[in-house]
């Protein structure tokens, strides 16, 4: 049972403050106004470190799916400037300060008590942490974090070693779960099923190998995430306030003043065109249309809320090229990739993210200009790993190793579909236009004569299952720059894409052992390929 009420469950957990000092050091001394060990208990930790865990991934996988078009990415025409080192000192502080020094102080209590699965818990947390901290920033602490005051300055650990760290701690989780013993009171994710825990840290391990290029090793786990009823993921509620419970996408696409984002022109114009003329059906369930219409595409231009739908208004020679830039019709109203104009008085006219994953609104053309507590009032999902996206990792692997890639990159579009029809709030979706559209990709699939022209396919289609969480999107890109025909940055020349990220402020400015990065060109040790720079 995974379907949790999340609102008691956070609203419980909320009364946990384990944070250790406000600081911008790994100083983790004693907060006198936090709970200390001695007064606190297993269950309270783990179910902080669940919530804290939940809004790590949407935080990072936020910065990967706007670097990879799944959304839009806006702020600055310039790739190095989109995000600064103060971007990601909040995901550094809880990842540090919070759950890992959490897990830390958790785990002794645990032990005392033989309380394996909150441990096995922990470790596929940790691991998944440590992890996408490598994927990010490259080399980070681990063997001199959480000493507290007895190291402030922690030396950075090599990326592989901290990536063979993380295989360890799942393999350490595998065996705890396996070992039994009680369960906490919420298990936010799998309900108290070890099983769905061993699969997920499998797929977890497999998702390690796969960066590693280590084929073989991922092929030798078979006990992974095969069936969509076992996606690790974590379900959001509907309360808005103490505490705010609902999808964080949600958050700032539905309020009182209408959208706070804008879509992906990108992804929406590839949902749109389908394949082989058939549109997306999914298109209707990840976004909804305020309006139905989008001035100088098939409404009259309006200068004030999109100033490039204006006759006679300067389009770069290179986005005209592409053939994508400034509008889509029927009312769907986004942004182009690196569109860094102001904000006009269009927040009840944008496009908003739909029913799935954000809990937001089903697109039943009402076109009603939707606002705070509209739609599925923010009870959506937040993917971490995902069936679908093991059936396209399965499909790359054969392609790296002379297999044919055709059954698992179909399986993983069908998967995706079913999970999408699956989310409650909506309409079933026609299951003749599932099939369509699936038949139609394989048409393009067998007509696309090259591995180069089947890689796109399977690349644009692996994104679309991304929406929720771009962090796999950015590693698939980095790992082998698929897809390639990828709408460009609003600026001629926005620099090389990043192929890592800055170190996060509170890191790089108060620990004597590191300098920050120069550039973003700075690659993780298992990127060896990359994208073309764009």
Request: hydrophobic residues 35%; aromatic residues 12%.
């Given at each position: 049972m995974?379907?949790?009420?999340?609102?008691?469950i956070?609203?419980?957990?909320?009364?946990?403050?384990?944070?250790s000092?406000?600081?911008?050091e790994?100083?983790?001394?004693?907060?006198?106004?936090?709970?200390?060990?001695?007064?606190?208990?297993?269950?309270?930790?783990?179910?902080?470190i669940?919530?804290?865990?939940?809004s790590?991934?949407?935080?990072?996988?936020?910065?990967?799916?706007?670097?990879?078009?799944?959304?839009?990415?806006?702020?600055?025409r310039?790739?190095?400037?989109?995000?600064s080192?103060?971007?990601?000192?909040?995901?550094?502080?809880?990842?540090?300060?919070?759950?890992?020094?959490?897990?830390?102080?958790?785990?002794?209590?645990?032990?005392?008590?033989?309380?394996?699965?909150?441990?096995?818990?922990?470790?596929?947390?940790?691991a998944?942490?440590?992890?996408?901290?490598?994927?990010y920033?490259?080399?980070?602490?681990?063997?001199?974090?959480?000493?507290?005051?007895?190291?402030?300055?922690?030396?950075?650990?090599?990326?592989?070693?901290?990536?063979?760290?993380?295989?360890?701690?799942?393999?350490?989780?595998?065996?705890?779960?396996?070992?039994?013993?009680?369960?906490?009171?919420?298990?936010m994710?799998y309900?108290?099923?070890?099983?769905?825990?061993?699969?997920?840290?499998?797929?977890?391990?497999k998702?390690?190998?796969?960066?590693?290029?280590?084929?073989?090793s991922y092929?030798?786990?078979?006990?992974?995430?095969?069936?969509?009823?076992?996606?690790?993921?974590?379900?959001?509620?509907?309360?808005?306030?103490?505490?705010?419970?609902?999808?964080p996408?949600?958050?700032?696409?539905?309020?009182?003043?209408?959208?706070g984002?804008?879509?992906?022109?990108?992804?929406?114009?590839?949902?749109?065109?389908?394949r082989?003329g058939?549109?997306?059906?999914?298109?209707l369930?990840?976004y909804?249309?305020?309006?139905?219409?989008?001035?100088?595409?098939?409404?009259?231009?309006?200068?004030?809320?999109?100033?490039?739908?204006t006759?006679?208004?300067?389009?770069?020679?290179?986005?005209v090229?592409?053939?994508?830039?400034?509008?889509?019709?029927?009312?769907?109203?986004?942004?182009?990739?690196?569109n860094?104009?102001?904000?006009?008085?269009d927040?009840?006219?944008?496009?908003l993210?739909?029913?799935?994953?954000?809990?937001?609104a089903?697109?039943?053309?009402?076109?009603?200009?939707?606002?705070?507590?509209d739609?599925?009032?923010g009870?959506?999902?937040?993917?971490?790993?995902?069936?679908?996206?093991?059936?396209?990792?399965?499909?790359?692997?054969?392609?790296?190793?002379?297999?044919?890639?055709?059954?698992?990159?179909?399986?993983?579009?069908?998967?995706?579909m079913?999970?999408?029809?699956?989310?409650?709030?909506?309409?079933?979706?026609?299951?003749?236009?599932?099939?369509?559209?699936?038949?139609?990709?394989?048409?393009?699939?067998?007509?696309?004569?090259?591995?180069?022209?089947?890689?796109?396919?399977?690349?644009?289609?692996?994104?679309?299952?991304?929406?929720?969480?771009?962090?796999?999107?950015?590693?698939?890109?980095?790992?082998?720059?698929y897809?390639?025909n990828l709408?460009?940055?609003?600026?001629?020349?926005?620099?090389p894409?990043?192929?890592?990220?800055w170190?996060?402020?509170n890191?790089?400015a108060?620990?004597?052992n590191v300098?920050?990065k120069?550039?973003?060109?700075?690659?993780?040790?298992?990127?060896?390929?990359?994208?073309?720079?764009?």
């Amino acid at each position: 049972m995974k379907n949790l009420n999340k609102l008691s469950i956070l609203a419980f957990s909320s009364l946990l403050v384990l944070s250790s000092c406000e600081t911008t050091e790994l100083d983790l001394t004693v907060n006198p106004n936090a709970l200390n060990p001695a007064q606190a208990s297993t269950d309270l930790f783990i179910n902080n470190i669940q919530e804290d865990f939940a809004s790590f991934v949407d935080n990072m996988g936020d910065v990967g799916a706007r670097l990879t078009r799944v959304a839009y990415l806006g702020g600055d025409r310039m790739y190095r400037d989109n995000y600064s080192p103060g971007s990601f000192s909040g995901s550094w502080a809880s990842a540090y300060q919070g759950m890992m020094e959490d897990i830390r102080l958790m785990n002794v209590l645990a032990a005392e008590n033989g309380l394996t699965y909150y441990i096995g818990m922990g470790q596929v947390f940790e691991a998944y942490i440590l992890l996408t901290l490598v994927d990010y920033f490259g080399d980070v602490p681990y063997t001199e974090a959480l000493q507290g005051s007895d190291n402030l300055n922690p030396a950075a650990d090599s990326g592989q070693s901290v990536y063979n760290a993380a295989i360890g701690l799942l393999d350490s989780a595998i065996s705890n779960f396996n070992s039994g013993g009680a369960t906490p009171q919420y298990d936010m994710y799998y309900g108290g099923n070890a099983a769905g825990w061993i699969k997920a840290a499998n797929s977890i391990k497999k998702r390690a190998y796969l960066n590693l290029g280590d084929y073989s090793s991922y092929n030798a786990i078979t006990n992974y995430i095969t069936d969509s009823a076992d996606d690790f993921e974590f379900k959001w509620g509907t309360n808005a306030i103490n505490p705010d419970t609902r999808h964080p996408i949600y958050r700032y696409n539905y309020s009182n003043t209408g959208a706070g984002d804008y879509q992906s022109n990108w992804m929406m114009d590839r949902l749109m065109k389908g394949r082989n003329g058939e549109r997306d059906p999914r298109i209707l369930y990840l976004y909804y249309r305020n309006v139905s219409e989008t001035p100088g595409a098939d409404g009259p231009p309006n200068e004030v809320q999109i100033e490039c739908s204006t006759p006679g208004y300067y389009i770069e020679p290179h986005r005209v090229a592409y053939g994508l830039y400034c509008v889509l019709p029927e009312g769907y109203w986004g942004r182009d990739h690196g569109n860094d104009e102001g904000i006009p008085p269009d927040g009840f006219e944008r496009t908003l993210a739909g029913i799935f994953p954000a809990g937001g609104a089903y697109d039943d053309l009402s076109f009603g200009g939707l606002g705070a507590g509209d739609g599925a009032a923010g009870q959506g999902v937040t993917p971490i790993v995902a069936n679908s996206w093991m059936h396209f990792m399965n499909a790359e692997v054969a392609v790296m190793t002379g297999g044919d890639p055709t059954t698992e990159t179909l399986a993983g579009i069908r998967s995706h579909m079913n999970k999408v029809d699956d989310i409650p709030g909506a309409p079933a979706m026609d299951q003749a236009a599932i099939d369509a559209y699936i038949a139609n990709f394989a048409t393009e699939w067998t007509a696309a004569s090259t591995l180069d022209g089947k890689l796109e396919l399977w690349a644009e289609e692996f994104w679309i299952t991304q929406r929720g969480n771009g962090i796999d999107a950015y590693n698939s890109y980095r790992r082998n720059g698929y897809p390639k025909n990828l709408q460009p940055m609003v600026e001629p020349d926005p620099g090389p894409f990043p192929v890592s990220m800055w170190y996060p402020q509170n890191y790089a400015a108060n620990n004597s052992n590191v300098s920050q990065k120069s550039d973003l060109t700075q690659r993780v040790f298992w990127n060896t390929n990359g994208p073309a720079v764009d």
